[in-house]
């Protein structure tokens, strides 16, 4: 590896947050490695959406790890019982699903020791804090803290950084950032519930955000609705 050259591991979804995160890596200069998790989740669509993403924003490497996150239930992306909610609710909402991103990150932490990467990005922001407890601020931290006591890398003095740029912008801010990078939007999926062909419903609340986003911004939004 060149000298210069820093190797970061990116959380990759599909979705616009990730999508952005990974062009703002991108435009630091690190070498991206993209992750994404199959945990059977109902929008299992979007890890196609990943894939181009990955490809199309000159990601080094992308893998899907496989989790089968349905064994638990406990949340409507994993558990067809329980219905993606159509309008807005009370509360930390059903699509939460438990401890995704410790999981996601704790994948992404293995990976950077092996790479070498002191950098992860994860792509949590301000609207998802008021429901999910893990796309926080505090969160974020803890995680990188934990991190630096539980890896070889960080007791031997490569510490690790979670970066979370996204975390106090809004949906259009991160769209305009995303824009002036060169994402294409259209190749990512946020609906919770998207058909097999990527298709997003326009009810749920990540559809509500999104397309609400593109409005704020300005900006067309590309998005394919059923």
Known sequence: MNKTTKNAVILLSGGLDSATVL??????????????????????????????????????????????????????????????????????????????????????????????????????????????????????????????????????GKTITVHAPLIDMTKAEIIKQGSALGVDYGITISCYQADAEGKACGLCDSCRFRRDGFASAGIVDPTTYQ
């Open 23 to 156: 062009a703002i890596a991108k435009s630091q200069g690190f070498e991206c490695y993209c992750l994404s998790l199959d945990y059977h989740q109902r929008h299992v669509a979007e890890l196609v959406a990943a894939k181009n993403v990955a490809k199309a924003l000159g990601a080094k490497a992308h893998r899907t790890a496989m989790l089968d996150l349905s064994m638990f239930g406990g949340s409507a992306l994993t558990d067809n019982a329980i219905d993606v909610p159509e309008s807005p609710t009370e509360g930390i909402p059903v699509t939460y699903v438990p401890a995704r991103n410790t999981i996601m990150l704790s994948l992404a932490l293995a990976w950077a020791e092996v790479l070498e990467a002191q950098d992860i990005f994860i792509g949590v922001n301000a609207l998802d804090y008021s429901g999910y407890p893990d796309c926080r601020g505090e969160y974020v931290k803890a995680f990188q803290d934990m991190a630096n006591l539980a890896t070889k890398s960080a007791v031997e």
